[in-house]
């Protein structure tokens, strides 16, 4: 057994509890990591109030079908399962999961899981799955490079913050807006 923050029906934080949960063990194509660290961003928020009310359709109508919340993770490997070469129990790691993430452990995909670099504190790490690499995204999509100008609305946010610093590391000129 372990503990875990699980979530028994949709509402405030008032429907978080830490409970006693079965330890996961990885599958075929998964890791076990032992979490250091967890990042909240708005998709945990939606899911623990259920709104918009079409999340229910995907996670639970009445309550979520996975109890265990929380997504973006870091963490050290603890078990690896059959056909993951590319990471070893005793990894630094951050990862996204599908759920699960507010746990003293939790079983990740392992195409969803990168080593942590030896520079970067385990707290900082847990922001990365989703923040960083939606910006990552946004701007490879628009294929930012130097000399371009780029607009970040919401440059305060957990995407935002990351859209400044890569786009500025991919030599555009960055303009953030932020709210008051």
């Known amino acids: 057994m372990m503990r875990a923050i699980v979530q028994n029906g949709y509402g405030g934080p008032e429907v978080l509890a830490v409970a ?23 998709g945990d928020v939606w899911i623990m109030r259920g709104e918009p ?7 639970g109508v009445k309550r979520p079908k996975q109890p265990v919340i929380g997504r ?28 699960g993430g507010f746990a003293e452990t939790v079983v990740v995909a392992a195409r969803y899981v990168r080593r942590a670099p030896a520079n970067l ?4 790490a847990a922001v990365i799955p989703v923040s960083a690499t939606t910006a990552l995204q946004a701007l490879r999509l628009g294929r930012v490079g130097p000399g371009d100008r780029v607009l970040v ?25 932020a709210s008051g």
């Not at 504190?121 to 900082?124: G, L, N, R, S, T």
């Not at 919401?154 to 807006?177: D, I, M, P, R, W």
């Open 53 to 59: 009310l079409l999340i229910r359709a995907a996670f």
């Open 72 to 99: 973006d993770i870091a963490g050290v490997v603890t078990a690896v399962g059959e056909g993951v070469a590319e990471l070893a129990v005793g990894d630094r790691v951050f990862a996204e999961s599908d759920r």
């Open 153 to 177: 609305i919401g440059a305060s946010g957990g995407v935002g913050t990351y859209a400044v610093q890569l786009a500025s590391a991919l030599g555009a000129e960055v303009t953030g807006v």
């Open 121 to 124: 504190d385990d707290v900082h």
């Open 20 to 42: 006693d949960v079965p330890e996961p063990a990885p599958g075929r194509g998964e890791v076990a990591v032992a979490v250091t660290a967890a990042g909240v961003h708005a």
